[in-house]
């Protein structure tokens, strides 16, 4: 057994030895630039792949294991520069396979895990997908959380989905979960599945709930990028409805950030919220970038909305800023650096646009990418 597991063996011991009712309030001291390894699950997607990213530019050695299974939303060239880093391991593999999970978990103090299915239109199409991955994988992993006493903490990253819409006001913590599609109705079932691993086998897990992401690397099936994008290669924008739902839009350096807040700062059994109060309706989303480019709403095709579109998501995340941590990008600042990112790197996105989401497209869209 290596030092470092043994260290970890001894950590975990400590924490076993401190009572049930303490342990729900037990503060894992964690610093991030003193960390020494870490499983990142979906570290290939958006937001993985910035977290290993600024995880890397803060601490030059941790061995960093990116466990992913390369599915469509994963893009290698994310982590390009990482190829030559002796401290970074990729693995291949499904969360839902637990015996490459044991390989790996011997080896970490700590997992991050992002892995999932995670795009509403596509759960639309294949709810089965998400189910399995979503809350089978997270239940594979957290079984192995019981088996590897050596991991001291393990995050979830959940999402403000879970809540369903909100007209006024803004959803706290304790709020009633009520998630609309199989997306978020799935990650609801990982995120209370994380919760009871915490309450019942009384292991090290934290909640996050981030509002929506937008940044460098994300999928173009997702909104911000998809229409980016579509204006720069001159097609129509296809906004679903009126435009009206309203989506608090984080920037996802400042998710990471968050995340990073919660890992040193967090308290188990716990779960924060991560909002931007940077709420907007999706056509003065539309509007910010078409200005960018100098465009009318002439390109706009107003499309048969999505099923079950939830109207507006909105967080308080009092509970979080009390960590220290705030956003500092604001949204004009980071959609500029955003859009400036996808004219940058046409190649990336490019080639995905040419694979398989032209069908996803064609069977969600109804049309041809045009
Ligand atoms: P993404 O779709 O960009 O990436 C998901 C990654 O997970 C991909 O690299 C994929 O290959 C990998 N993956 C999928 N299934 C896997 C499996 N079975 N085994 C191993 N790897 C698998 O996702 P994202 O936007 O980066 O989101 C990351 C996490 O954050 C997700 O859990 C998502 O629910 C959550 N979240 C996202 C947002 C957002 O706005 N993007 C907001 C709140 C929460
Ligand atoms: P999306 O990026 O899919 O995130 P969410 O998980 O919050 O739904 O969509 C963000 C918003 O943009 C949401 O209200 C749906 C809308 N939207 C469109 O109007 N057209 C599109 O093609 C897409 C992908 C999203």
């Not at 995120?191 to 009384?202: G, M, N, P, V």
């Not at 937008?214 to 909104?223: A, D, L, R």
């Not at 129509?236 to 920037?251: K, Q, V």
Request: proline content about 3%; hydrophobic content about 35%; glycine content about 6%.
């Amino acid at each position: 057994m290596s030092a470092l597991v043994e260290n970890a063996v001894g950590f975990s011991g400590q924490f076993l030895s401190i009572d049930y009712e303490q342990r729900k309030n037990y503060h894992i001291f964690m610093k991030i630039e003193e960390l020494k390894s870490v499983l990142i699950t979906g570290g290939y997607g958006f937001i993985g792949s910035n977290f290993i990213r600024l995880l890397r530019e803060k601490n030059p050695s941790v061995k960093i294991y990116n466990f992913d299974k390369l599915t469509y939303a994963a893009n290698i060239e994310n982590l390009k520069d990482f190829e030559n880093d002796s401290n970074y391991t990729f693995i291949r593999g499904d969360i839902k396979d637990g015996s490459m999970l044991d390989i790996i978990f011997p080896k970490v103090e700590l997992v991050v895990h992002f892995a999932a299915e995670t795009h509403v239109d596509r759960s639309i199409h294949n709810p089965g997908e998400f189910v399995l991955t979503d809350v089978y994988g997270t239940f594979s992993l957290l079984e192995k959380m019981k088996q590897h006493k050596n991991v001291k903490l393990f995050i979830h990253i959940s999402t403000d989905e879970v809540y369903g819409s909100i007209k006024k006001g803004s959803f706290t913590e304790d709020s009633p979960m009520n998630p609309s599609s199989p997306y978020s109705a799935s990650k609801t079932g990982a995120d209370r599945l994380a919760y009871s691993y915490f309450k019942t086998y009384e292991l090290p897990i934290i909640i996050v709930r981030p509002s929506n992401n937008y940044g460098p690397y994300q999928h173009v099936e997702k909104f911000i990028p998809l229409f980016i994008t579509n204006v720069i290669e001159e097609r129509s924008l296809p906004l679903y409805g009126t435009g009206e739902n309203i989506r608090d839009w984080l920037f996802v350096e400042d998710n990471c950030k968050a995340i990073m807040t919660v890992i040193e700062k967090g308290k188990t059994g716990e779960a924060y919220n991560i909002g931007a109060s940077q709420e907007k309706k999706n056509i003065e989303v539309v509007d910010m970038i078409l200005n960018y480019f100098n465009k009318s709403r002439d390109i706009l095709d107003f499309v048969d909305d999505r099923r079950a579109h939830d109207f507006r998501y909105s967080l308080n995340w009092d509970k979080i800023g009390k960590l220290g941590w705030k956003p500092e990008v604001n949204f004009d600042e980071g959609l500029k650096r955003t859009i400036e990112w996808y004219i940058n790197n046409r190649n990336w996105w490019e080639k995905v646009k040419k694979g398989e989401f032209s069908n996803f497209y064609q069977k969600n869209y109804k049309k041809e990418l045009q």
